[in-house]
């Protein structure tokens, strides 16, 4: 299998520090996209939060992202938590439909 062409590769690392009276969280993410087939792409992240006086924990996703249009994509996803948050959070699959305009 050959290499996909290096500008249809995406990588990202994003990071937050979130100042709040005395305390604060800090979380960083690095993610991944590459594409499977014409239409088909590939992705996933992995994030790590930090709580000061609070649950640090870290997050994981996995997803297949479908172009139905130029402008519409549906995606498909598994994520998950180390820590159980109950309903806000935890093991889920989501679809959704992004729109771009």
């Known amino acids: 299998m050959g290499r996909w062409p290096r500008h249809r ?3 990202r ?3 937050a520090r ?4 005395d305390r604060y ?3 960083l993410e690095a993610n991944a996209a590459m594409p499977v087939a014409e239409k088909l792409t590939l992705s996933g992240a ?3 939060q930090e709580i000061d006086l609070g649950t640090s924990y870290s997050t994981w996703n ?3 992202a479908y172009a139905v249009t130029s402008k519409l994509t549906a995606d498909v996803r598994y994520s998950d938590t180390t820590e159980d948050f109950g ?3 935890g093991s889920r699959f989501t679809v959704a439909l992004k ?3």
């Open 99 to 101: 729109a771009a305009f």
């Open 9 to 11: 590769r995406r990588r």
């Open 18 to 21: 979130v100042p709040r009276q």
């Open 46 to 48: 992995l994030g790590n």
């Open 87 to 89: 309903d806000l959070a």
């Open 25 to 27: 969280g800090l979380y």
């Open 62 to 64: 996995l997803g297949l």
């Open 13 to 15: 690392l994003l990071l």
